[in-house]
C-alpha cells in the first residue's frame, strides 16, 4: 500500500522569504505521479504542481519548485518570494499511473501541512 | 469551462431529512469523485465514477448513495445523517484513462447535520 507522509503539521514564513514543505512517501510502483495542491481558508483546493515520477528534471510553476528525490522517495515543495496569497493547508498527493487500466486510481493525500505566511 | 461547480454551499439538516448535493463539470471529463473532508485533514474519498459507472465505494454507509445521470452531473443524496456526518465534502473530476489523473476539485458543499 502506498503512503504519504509530511512532517510539519504547521509552517510560518515571512513575506518574500523562501520555504520548504516536506513530504515523504513509500510505494513500491515504478510508475506514478505526484502532486502539491493548496487549500486555502476559503477551502477550494487546486493544484499547485505536478511532477511525473519517470522524469528527472524538477517540475517548476513560477514561484513553486519541487525538489524530487525518486531514490529517496522524498518531494518538497519551495516556495520562493511568499506572498500572503500563499497561506493556506498544503497536501501532497500520490497516484500511481493509471495508464492502460479500465479504472482510475486513488489519490493518496498526506495529513497536511499549514502554511502562515506573515506580513 | 475548466471549473467543477457543487450546490449548495452551505447545508443544514436535521437527522430525518433527506437531501442532496450536487456537482456538475463541463470540461469532458469522464472521471468523478465525492469526497469527506473533517476540519485541517485530508479528503477522504468516498466514492469513484469512471465512465459513469461506479467503480470505487469506500465502504461508505447506506444512507450515501451516490448517482451519476450522466457524464457531466454527479449527485449525493443524503439520508437519515448522523451528527458525525457533518463536514465538507468535497466533488472531483479528472480526464479519467489519460497518462496522469490530475483531480480538479469544487468548491465544496459545508453539511451541518443536527
Known amino acids: 500500500a502506498q503512503t504519504v507522509t509530511q512532517s510539519q503539521p504547521e509552517m510560518s514564513v515571512q513575506e518574500a522569504e523562501t520555504v520548504t514543505l516536506s513530504c515523504t512517501y513509500d510505494t513500491s510502483e515504478s510508475n506514478y505521479y505526484l502532486f502539491w495542491y493548496k487549500q486555502p481558508p476559503s477551502r477550494q483546493m487546486i493544484l499547485v504542481i505536478r511532477q511525473e515520477a519517470y522524469k528527472q528534471q524538477n517540475a517548476t510553476e513560477n514561484r513553486f519548485s519541487v525538489n524530487f528525490q525518486k531514490a529517496a522517495k522524498s518531494f518538497s515543495l519551495k516556495i520562493s518570494d511568499s506572498q500572503l496569497g500563499d497561506t493556506a493547508m498544503y497536501f501532497c498527493?500520490?497516484?500511481?499511473?493509471?495508464?492502460?487500466?479500465?479504472?482510475?486510481?486513488?489519490?493518496?493525500f498526506g495529513q497536511g501541512t499549514t502554511l502562515q505566511v506573515k506580513p | 469551462d475548466t471549473e467543477v461547480t457543487q450546490t449548495p454551499k452551505h447545508l443544514v439538516m436535521g437527522m430525518t431529512n433527506k437531501k442532496s448535493l450536487k456537482c456538475e463539470q463541463h470540461m469532458g471529463h469522464r472521471a468523478m469523485y465525492w469526497y469527506k473532508q473533517k476540519a485541517k485533514k485530508p479528503p477522504e474519498l468516498m466514492f469513484v465514477?469512471?465512465?459513469?459507472?461506479?467503480?470505487i465505494n469506500e465502504s461508505v454507509p447506506s444512507r450515501f448513495s451516490p448517482e451519476c445521470p450522466n457524464s457531466s452531473l454527479l449527485n449525493l443524496h443524503l439520508h437519515a445523517l448522523q451528527p458525525e456526518d457533518s463536514a465538507l465534502y468535497l466533488c472531483a473530476s479528472s480526464p479519467g484513462q489519460v497518462s496522469y489523473n490530475e483531480q480538479f476539485f469544487g468548491p465544496g458543499t459545508r453539511l451541518t447535520v443536527l
Open positions: 498527493a500520490f497516484i500511481r499511473s493509471p495508464y492502460g487500466s479500465s479504472n482510475t486510481g486513488k489519490l493518496i
Open positions: 465514477y469512471s465512465y459513469e459507472k461506479l467503480s
